[in-house]
């Protein structure tokens, strides 16, 4: 970024200049005139005078201007202020009158006699002479023309200076003099005890600097920055509050790290405006007084400013604490702004000033004080959750309310914080089964937080508990959160060892609780286990082991809970090997006959989808995400709306798809458990792969370090990873390395068939092999990989894996039974529900067509690969067929209308175009006649829809969105163009 120049020009202050330039006016007229100016530290009391007041830009024509700057060390000796105001080195311009310096240097004289007679008290008397020769001066100055006496944070003026002001302005009356004082609150004194006011002087201007309004922080914006958008000028304002102190030193932290101008957001200037305010509030503190720092940690601990609650807490009585108080907001450490008085980085710098066991002891009292008051019990424990431990029983009762109090409002998170400060204070008090109780809770709670932190918690309980019936309790529990943590090989060897631990406490003390606990954990052992790559031999004989069983036993009537998570377990089962899609589905619905449950999005899902059944799939998604919604499972709906984006994406709906898993990236991006997924950013590639943007898919996998494969050891877990390996491969391929893709794609087939994977609709790796094996001239292996695949197919039996065989087949065999192939697969696949699949048959058999010279029949075949490629959003695809397309001498269809107006509604089109230009949601509002409501949910429903995240974004790709070809091409996204399409 361009570094401009330091100096700060002084902005959004012309009415304050033009107050200051009429009271001058009344002082030429020959009225003394007393202006006060005030308002809080930082807001510009000091740059509006020096510009008032200058010799060349002010109003002060030729006038004598005495200055001085109060400071508070000095604040103790007599007659500072006036020493400094008659020291002034005042620029007479072109003359340079003896006079002026014989009566400042009178003045000086009276002040060195007056501290000589000072060690001896010199009384009444001597003081009255002094201010009446200090008066007599001033006089002799003001014969001549007007005198300004400016005095920058009066409220640190000796008293002795304003007696002398006072006693100067009320003799004054028709003399040409205008004082000026700058104090932050005229009626409130920091240090010793004020005997006379400002405010209480002949009738004082009083001028109040209020923060910089939108324009002025604007031009502040535009000064430093140059050119921003609306957005960024508001997230300035919003976070300096508009002082002009705060606002400088946040515009220098941007440009100090040597930004463009382009790459500055509102994110960015939040973050460095946050550090900004912390740094000012730990500048400022120090130097204040003792009683009002023990007032500050009060606010800060108690987040309120109630004087009575904050004295009670800081033992200071209630006049001084209002006082603190002022002085607080003075210094722009309180503010109105904030609901709670105190920004929420000032409260950080307030509180890393503590000691920790000062901190500990503030915080102990306030939960007593908020406790025996009678306040929620939630207050409360945000009190004690930042205690190392409960302290008494009854602290450890509050956090126990205070987390059913979050339960019942839905705060998981808080409820999460409370609970982890009881389970040890529990078993000192109350026993190891009460602990263990709490622990269980805790990880419930957990589980729709932070899913792997609470397999850690209920391990924990399970390895200590010996009870058969608590521990098949907790096993049960425990085999669902494993599920919904989908840890697989994590969790398979604690899996597992609980089998066999509930198998042994069975032969000893048989029980129904027991037997259920184990056969919900075989069940999940299967459905967590199976498809995940583990390196660890053990981990993948359970899951074998555990299969072979599911795959032998009878099919369960699916009347108890652990009956119908084996069907669930069956179906998934069943369809990951192949067995047989209706036999399947009708295991899978017998699993849903119980009504809802947790587990059914990762067992009777997949294998619904894996079956074609699109309906009752998304039925399943919809459910959980309502579900999950509901009880704040971050992990859970993230997962879902990757899994319906999956759905969608298979279907031909890039554009919805990408809605969803962009919601899910949201979610991610905020959560404690964003290193541990990677299904999000799997499903985002591969989606934008299909847009016709690989190279942004691959910038984004690099960022966040997924685009080179990890070839250490370890487990590759969860649902994404194949997904994964699957684009890099692919990204291999695209970057001319077709042997190195090629080798990755085998690599990932016997890996998915190792972890038991059979199924060729689950990964379409086999069909980009048989590609490059063709190509590397390898035709022997790729028939045999046809064959293994087409037998799959077969035995599977739905339209999706029957004709995409079909498509594979198409490749081997002679290029005269090609068209005859390629043709059956289309007509296999017309009863598919995804149009992807349907675009690359009908994309291949049309490039066969044109290889055989039927021009005519390979248009047909190409326009309408175009036209549903288009209708769907898949961008690369569509460009691939245009090429072949017009090659055949025909023309590529033209987009009906843009894209934006046919996703958009036309309000949610009106509130786009409108934020695309800068305009907050309430300028939005008032310019289309509807509440700010209704604008926020139009701009949350146009994100979704253009898979976008932000205003910066949205700027950037509307008008994308809104482009049309001239030539009656798809529309140009901006995405560049490739050769490659990989999906066809």
């Given at each position: 970024?361009?570094?401009?120049?330091?100096?700060?020009?002084?902005?959004?202050?012309?009415?304050?200049?033009?107050?200051?330039?009429?009271?001058?006016?009344?002082?030429?007229a020959g009225r003394c005139r007393l202006l006060l100016v005030h308002g809080q530290a930082g807001v510009g009391k000091s740059a509006l005078l020096g510009k008032a007041f200058d010799r060349r830009d002010g109003v002060i024509g030729d006038a004598t201007v005495l200055r001085a700057v109060c400071r508070e060390p000095e604040s103790g000796t007599a007659y500072g202020v006036v020493r400094q105001l008659f020291g002034t080195r005042e620029d007479e311009g072109t003359e340079n009158r003896r006079w002026t310096?014989?009566?400042?240097?009178?003045?000086?004289?009276?002040?060195?006699?007056?501290?000589?007679?000072?060690?001896?008290?010199?009384?009444?008397?001597?003081?009255?002479?002094?201010?009446?020769?200090?008066?007599?001066?001033?006089?002799?100055?003001?014969?001549?023309?007007?005198?300004?006496?400016?005095?920058?944070?009066?409220?640190?003026?000796?008293?002795?200076?304003?007696?002398?002001?006072?006693?100067?302005?009320?003799?004054?009356?028709?003399?040409?003099?205008?004082?000026?004082?700058?104090?932050?609150?005229?009626?409130?004194?920091?240090?010793?005890?004020?005997?006379?006011?400002?405010?209480?002087?002949?009738?004082?201007?009083?001028?109040?600097?209020?923060?910089?309004?939108?324009?002025?922080?604007?031009?502040?914006?535009?000064?430093?920055?140059?050119?921003?958008?609306?957005?960024?000028?508001?997230?300035?304002?919003?976070?300096?509050?508009?002082?002009?102190?705060?606002?400088?030193?946040?515009?220098?932290?941007?440009?100090?790290?040597?930004?463009?101008?382009?790459?500055?957001?509102?994110?960015?200037?939040?973050?460095?405006?946050?550090?900004?305010?912390?740094?000012?509030?730990?500048?400022?503190?120090?130097?204040?007084?003792?009683?009002?720092?023990?007032?500050?940690?009060?606010?800060?601990?108690?987040?309120?400013?109630?004087?009575?609650?904050?004295?009670?807490?800081?033992?200071?009585?209630?006049?001084?604490?209002?006082?603190?108080?002022?002085?607080?907001?003075?210094?722009?450490?309180?503010?109105?702004?904030?609901?709670?008085?105190?920004?929420?980085?000032?409260?950080?710098?307030?509180?890393?000033?503590?000691?920790?066991?000062?901190?500990?002891?503030?915080?102990?009292?306030?939960?007593?004080?908020?406790?025996?008051?009678?306040?929620?019990?939630?207050?409360?424990?945000?009190?004690?959750?930042?205690?190392?431990?409960?302290?008494?029983?009854?602290?450890?009762?509050?956090?126990?309310?205070?987390?059913?109090?979050?339960?019942?409002?839905?705060?998981?998170?808080?409820?999460?914080?409370?609970?982890?400060?009881?389970?040890?204070?529990?078993?000192?008090?109350?026993?190891?089964?009460?602990?263990?109780?709490?622990?269980?809770?805790?990880?419930?709670?957990?589980?729709?937080?932070?899913?792997?932190?609470?397999?850690?918690?209920?391990?924990?309980?399970?390895?200590?508990?010996?009870?058969?019936?608590?521990?098949?309790?907790?096993?049960?529990?425990?085999?669902?959160?494993?599920?919904?943590?989908?840890?697989?090989?994590?969790?398979?060897?604690?899996?597992?060892?609980?089998?066999?631990?509930?198998?042994?406490?069975?032969?000893?003390?048989?029980?129904?609780?027991?037997?259920?606990?184990?056969?919900?954990?075989?069940?999940?052992?299967?459905?967590?286990?199976?498809?995940?790559?583990?390196?660890?031999?053990?981990?993948?004989?359970?899951?074998?082991?555990?299969?072979?069983?599911?795959?032998?036993?009878?099919?369960?009537?699916?009347?108890?809970?652990?009956?119908?998570?084996?069907?669930?377990?069956?179906?998934?089962?069943?369809?990951?090997?192949?067995?047989?899609?209706?036999?399947?589905?009708?295991?899978?619905?017998?699993?849903q006959a119980g009504g809802w449950a947790d587990w059914l999005p990762y067992s009777v899902g997949p294998a619904l989808f894996m079956a074609d059944e699109i309906d009752p799939v998304m039925r399943i998604w919809d459910q959980a995400l309502e579900e999950s919604r509901a009880r704040g499972d971050d992990w859970t709906h993230h997962e879902v709306l990757c899994l319906r984006a999956w759905t969608l994406y298979e279907l031909g709906a890039v554009d919805a798809a990408m809605s969803d898993v962009r919601h899910?990236?949201?979610?991610?991006?905020?959560?404690?458990?964003?290193?541990?997924?990677?299904?999000?950013?799997?499903?985002?590639?591969?989606?934008?792969?299909?847009?016709?943007?690989?190279?942004?898919?691959?910038?984004?996998?690099?960022?966040?370090?997924?685009?080179?494969?990890?070839?250490?050891?370890?487990?590759?877990?969860?649902?994404?990873?194949?997904?994964?390996?699957?684009?890099?491969?692919?990204?291999?391929?695209?970057?001319?390395?077709?042997?190195?893709?090629?080798?990755?794609?085998?690599?990932?087939?016997?890996?998915?068939?190792?972890?038991?994977?059979?199924?060729?609709?689950?990964?379409?790796?086999?069909?980009?092999?048989?590609?490059?094996?063709?190509?590397?001239?390898?035709?022997?292996?790729?028939?045999?990989?046809?064959?293994?695949?087409?037998?799959?197919?077969?035995?599977?039996?739905?339209?999706?894996?029957?004709?995409?065989?079909?498509?594979?087949?198409?490749?081997?065999?002679?290029?005269?039974?090609?068209?005859?192939?390629?043709?059956?697969?289309?007509?296999?696949?017309?009863?598919?529900?995804?149009?992807?699949?349907?675009?690359?048959?009908?994309?291949?058999?049309?490039?066969?067509?044109?290889?055989?010279?039927?021009?005519?029949?390979?248009?047909?075949?190409?326009?309408?690969?175009?036209?549903?490629?288009?209708?769907?959003?898949?961008?690369?695809?569509g460009e691939a067929a245009s090429r072949l397309l017009l090659t055949a001498g025909g023309r590529v269809p033209r987009p009906t209308g843009d894209l934006a107006s046919g996703l958009l509604t036309r309000s949610e089109l009106h509130v786009a175009d409108l934020a695309a230009a800068g305009l907050s949601n309430q300028q939005i509002a008032e310019a289309l006649f509807v509440a700010t409501r209704t604008v926020e949910t139009h701009l949350t429903q146009t994100y979704r829809k253009l898979g976008v995240r932000?205003?910066?974004?949205?700027?950037?790709?509307?008008?994308?969105?809104?482009?049309?070809?001239?030539?009656?091409?798809?529309?140009?996204?901006?995405?560049?163009?490739?050769?490659?399409?990989?999906?066809?």
């Amino acid at each position: 970024m361009t570094r401009r120049p330091a100096v700060h020009r002084l902005v959004g202050r012309t009415e304050e200049f033009g107050r200051i330039a009429g009271a001058f006016s009344g002082v030429r007229a020959g009225r003394c005139r007393l202006l006060l100016v005030h308002g809080q530290a930082g807001v510009g009391k000091s740059a509006l005078l020096g510009k008032a007041f200058d010799r060349r830009d002010g109003v002060i024509g030729d006038a004598t201007v005495l200055r001085a700057v109060c400071r508070e060390p000095e604040s103790g000796t007599a007659y500072g202020v006036v020493r400094q105001l008659f020291g002034t080195r005042e620029d007479e311009g072109t003359e340079n009158r003896r006079w002026t310096r014989d009566c400042l240097g009178t003045a000086l004289g009276v002040l060195d006699g007056y501290a000589a007679t000072r060690p001896g008290d010199p009384g009444a008397a001597q003081e009255y002479a002094t201010l009446r020769a200090l008066h007599r001066i001033a006089g002799r100055l003001m014969s001549h023309r007007p005198l300004v006496l400016v005095l920058d944070d009066a409220h640190w003026a000796d008293e002795a200076s304003l007696r002398w002001l006072r006693f100067l302005i009320h003799r004054s009356g028709r003399c040409p003099l205008l004082v000026v004082m700058s104090l932050r609150d005229p009626s409130v004194r920091l240090g010793a005890e004020q005997p006379v006011s400002p405010t209480n002087w002949a009738e004082p201007t009083v001028l109040r600097l209020r923060p910089l309004d939108d324009a002025g922080v604007a031009a502040v914006v535009r000064d430093r920055l140059g050119s921003q958008s609306a957005l960024i000028v508001q997230t300035c304002g919003r976070t300096s509050g508009g002082n002009p102190r705060l606002l400088h030193a946040l515009l220098d932290s941007l440009t100090a790290a040597d930004r463009e101008p382009s790459s500055v957001t509102p994110e960015t200037v939040e973050e460095l405006g946050a550090e900004a305010v912390r740094a000012l509030a730990a500048s400022r503190l120090p130097s204040l007084p003792h009683r009002v720092r023990t007032v500050a940690a009060a606010v800060a601990v108690l987040d309120e400013t109630r004087p009575e609650a904050v004295g009670d807490l800081a033992r200071v009585p209630a006049s001084q604490t209002r006082a603190a108080l002022r002085t607080l907001r003075e210094q722009g450490l309180l503010t109105r702004a904030e609901p709670a008085g105190m920004r929420a980085a000032v409260r950080r710098a307030v509180l890393d000033e503590l000691p920790p066991e000062a901190a500990r002891r503030l915080r102990t009292r306030a939960a007593r004080v908020l406790s025996e008051a009678g306040e929620p019990v939630r207050r409360v424990a945000d009190q004690l959750v930042h205690l190392p431990w409960p302290e008494e029983p009854w602290m450890a009762d509050a956090l126990l309310d205070a987390s059913d109090e979050a339960l019942r409002q839905g705060d998981l998170r808080s409820a999460a914080g409370y609970l982890r400060q009881v389970p040890n204070t529990a078993a000192e008090e109350k026993g190891e089964t009460e602990r263990d109780m709490l622990q269980v809770t805790l990880a419930s709670v957990l589980a729709c937080l932070d899913p792997l932190a609470a397999l850690v918690e209920l391990r924990t309980v399970l390895d200590r508990t010996s009870d058969a019936r608590a521990r098949a309790r907790i096993a049960a529990r425990f085999s669902e959160v494993a599920l919904a943590a989908q840890g697989g090989a994590r969790e398979v060897p604690a899996l597992g060892e609980a089998v066999d631990r509930l198998d042994d406490v069975m032969a000893a003390e048989p029980s129904a609780d027991a037997t259920e606990g184990a056969d919900l954990l075989r069940s999940t052992l299967v459905i967590a286990g199976i498809g995940t790559e583990t390196r660890s031999p053990g981990a993948r004989a359970l899951v074998r082991n555990a299969a072979a069983g599911l795959r032998e036993a009878a099919t369960p009537a699916g009347h108890t809970p652990a009956e119908r998570r084996t069907l669930a377990a069956q179906a998934l089962l069943a369809a990951f090997e192949s067995r047989s899609a209706p036999h399947t589905v009708d295991i899978a619905e017998r699993a849903q006959a119980g009504g809802w449950a947790d587990w059914l999005p990762y067992s009777v899902g997949p294998a619904l989808f894996m079956a074609d059944e699109i309906d009752p799939v998304m039925r399943i998604w919809d459910q959980a995400l309502e579900e999950s919604r509901a009880r704040g499972d971050d992990w859970t709906h993230h997962e879902v709306l990757c899994l319906r984006a999956w759905t969608l994406y298979e279907l031909g709906a890039v554009d919805a798809a990408m809605s969803d898993v962009r919601h899910a990236l949201d979610i991610t991006e905020q959560a404690p458990w964003r290193q541990a997924t990677l299904l999000p950013f799997a499903v985002e590639a591969a989606l934008l792969t299909v847009a016709g943007r690989p190279e942004a898919a691959d910038a984004r996998l690099a960022r966040e370090g997924l685009l080179t494969a990890d070839e250490g050891g370890g487990d590759r877990t969860g649902r994404g990873w194949s997904l994964l390996r699957l684009h890099r491969a692919l990204a291999q391929g695209r970057r001319g390395d077709q042997d190195a893709a090629l080798e990755q794609l085998l690599r990932l087939g016997d890996d998915l068939r190792t972890s038991g994977i059979d199924n060729p609709v689950f990964s379409p790796w086999w069909s980009h092999a048989v590609h490059l094996l063709v190509r590397r001239d390898r035709v022997a292996e790729a028939r045999e990989l046809v064959e293994e695949t087409a037998e799959s197919a077969r035995r599977w039996g739905t339209p999706r894996a029957i004709g995409q065989s079909l498509l594979a087949v198409s490749t081997v065999v002679d290029r005269d039974r090609a068209v005859e192939v390629l043709s059956e697969a289309v007509d296999v696949l017309a009863e598919a529900p995804g149009r992807l699949c349907r675009i690359r048959a009908d994309y291949l058999l049309g490039r066969a067509l044109l290889r055989e010279g039927d021009e005519r029949a390979a248009r047909k075949r190409l326009h309408r690969a175009v036209g549903a490629a288009i209708r769907c959003g898949a961008r690369g695809a569509g460009e691939a067929a245009s090429r072949l397309l017009l090659t055949a001498g025909g023309r590529v269809p033209r987009p009906t209308g843009d894209l934006a107006s046919g996703l958009l509604t036309r309000s949610e089109l009106h509130v786009a175009d409108l934020a695309a230009a800068g305009l907050s949601n309430q300028q939005i509002a008032e310019a289309l006649f509807v509440a700010t409501r209704t604008v926020e949910t139009h701009l949350t429903q146009t994100y979704r829809k253009l898979g976008v995240r932000n205003r910066k974004e949205l700027a950037e790709q509307l008008p994308l969105w809104r482009r049309r070809d001239r030539r009656g091409g798809p529309v140009d996204t901006g995405a560049p163009h490739t050769a490659q399409a990989d999906h066809l």
